[in-house]
């Protein structure tokens, strides 16, 4: 390796090894896009290769790209995102008390803004056919932290609710008078956490100890780490090339506040505030690109779901005992030279979300067994076939151009919108994870700044999008919706040898 090479390839890889890879949640929990330049253009890389992370979206473009390396450091803010509750939950005509769980009306937002997110790639031609690589990035992520109050901290059921209000000062575990009784955000009924007073029959608390509250902050922060090796090898007169990676996986989940489903859950030590688990794991990636002739270029990609180790700590939260693998994606893109100035280009994503239970799952089912049966049926939490987030496939539709000013410089845009990720009747559980984004509309240049040297920023801007609906199973009549608004600043450094 040349010598001038060795100090800032060095110092890129322990940056991106130190810096763990947070919250990116714009298509489903995907990014738009990897590479400066491709999230500049909407995240179109499948057909045209620009740098050394498309082999993110693509690893046969790798063979297009020379001998380089990138990196790259992102500011993403989601920021607003979380939920709202209303006031139209099912009240008791006798009592004046919820009839069963809810959540206290209003808005919950989450906290935590600013995130930074690393990434990194190198790329070797071995001989004039062939090439090998390595790219580290974030494939996605979750942060949500409902610091304010916990979501979840009035699900006990009716009677054991204290009602404060005006002259109302009963004791815990009995039904107050609901005369003047008025439930609205600073004034919710508050769940009865005393365990001295007893259980049914002998006494009217069937929330023993809080087990049923939820007494701590809400949130997930979930956070994956990708390290893809691509082998390319060109076919033919050159103008095609091939490419197979190895890709390796870390993630790690943190989740608190859901202590109301332990209840609910066949491992009730393993559903909330177990602090940071992690997982392990690995896939596959194949790519083909083609230049068809000097203006129109193919490309298409598979990379395999990746087969991940189980969150043993979240065993009781997720389907199937811990399962969380990571969806398969499948790209195809088209590039077009308009001009010699002038490049469009046009990629068309799947994000196989269907095929993991844990998100996949449905949420929309009657819980009232996990809760009264012993043994649990396999749809309870943990369970075989347990509760999901309810998340469908997702299809992305990306349009980006590239303008080339000048030889050295280049203005880039572009715009993307992809498919809902769930319906309004799994809302409630997606509280901790608001990923209702559908629109990128993004901007960029690049400036070759030497013969070797090339510097990128790209903007991205997700319009904030709502997700409304009841959750019938768990809060009944209960309406309410989650959102999310996003922005991305990304800079770049693309070194050529």
């Avoid at 001989?127 to 979501?151: C, E």
């Avoid at 009781?316 to 010699?340: Q, S, T, Y």
């Avoid at 960029?444 to 013969?451: D, I, K, L, V």
């Avoid at 409304?468 to 199973?473: D, L, N, Q, V």
Wanted: charged letters at 15%; aromatic letters at 14%; hydrophobic letters at 35%.
């Amino acid at each position: 390796m040349k010598p001038t090479l060795k100090w800032p390839l060095t110092a890129a890889v322990i940056a991106c090894a130190s810096v763990p890879t947070l919250a990116v949640a714009t298509n489903g929990y995907f990014s738009h896009g990897w590479g400066t330049k491709s999230k500049a253009m909407a995240g179109v890389a499948t057909a045209l290769p620009q740098d050394t992370l498309v082999t993110a979206t693509n690893p046969a473009g790798m063979a297009f790209v020379g001998n380089s390396f990138d990196v790259a450091l992102a500011f993403f803010n989601p920021s607003s995102r979380g939920y709202k509750a209303n006031n139209d939950f099912a009240v008791d005509p006798n009592s004046g008390f919820p009839t069963g769980p809810f959540i206290a009306p209003g808005e919950y937002d989450s906290e935590g803004d600013w995130f930074l997110i690393p990434s990194f790639g190198f790329n070797y031609e071995i001989d004039p056919r062939s090439t090998i690589g390595i790219s580290v990035f974030g494939n996605g992520g979750m942060n949500t932290d409902y610091r304010d109050r916990p979501v979840w901290e009035n699900f006990a059921g009716a009677p054991n609710q204290l009602a404060i209000g005006p002259g109302m000062t009963p004791p815990p575990g009995t039904i107050a008078s609901p005369n003047g009784f008025l439930f609205t955000e600073t004034n919710p009924p508050m769940p009865v956490t005393d365990p001295n007073v007893p259980p049914p029959p002998n006494g009217n608390n069937i929330n023993p100890g809080g087990f049923l509250t939820a007494t701590t902050s809400t949130g997930v922060n979930l956070e994956q780490l990708f390290i893809e090796i691509p082998y390319t090898m060109k076919l033919g007169d050159g103008k095609q090339s091939v490419g197979i990676a190895p890709v390796f996986a870390i993630q790690s989940i943190e989740i608190k506040g859901l202590q109301p489903f332990r209840a609910a859950s066949l491992y009730p030590d393993k559903v909330t505030n177990n602090g940071t688990d992690w997982s392990y794991g690995f896939g596959v990636h194949l790519g083909w690109y083609g230049e068809l002739t000097e203006q129109l270029a193919l490309g298409m990609s598979y990379r395999t779901k990746m087969w991940m180790s189980d969150f043993d700590d979240y065993k009781g939260l997720f389907a199937d005992g811990g399962e969380f693998d990571i969806p398969a994606m499948f790209n195809f893109g088209v590039a077009f030279k308009a001009r010699p100035d002038l490049t469009l280009a046009f990629d068309y994503q799947r994000i196989f979300y269907d095929e993991v239970s844990s998100i996949s799952n449905s949420n929309d089912k009657d819980l009232t067994p996990c809760f009264t049966e012993n043994p649990k049926p396999a749809f309870c939490l943990g369970g075989k076939d347990g509760l999901g987030f309810g998340w469908e496939s997702m299809d992305v539709f990306k349009l980006g151009a590239r303008y080339d000013y000048n030889e050295k410089l280049s203005l880039l845009g572009g715009v993307s919108y992809n498919s809902e990720f769930s319906s309004g009747r799994q809302a409630l559980f997606n509280i901790l994870a608001p990923a209702t984004i559908r629109w990128h509309l993004t901007l960029g240049a690049a400036y070759r700044a030497t013969e070797q040297d090339e510097l990128t920023l790209a903007f991205s801007y997700m319009p904030e999008e709502k997700l409304s609906g009841t959750s019938p199973s768990i809060t009944q009549t209960q309406s309410g919706s989650i959102y999310m608004e996003q922005m991305d600043i990304q800079i770049g450094w693309n070194r050529r040898f």
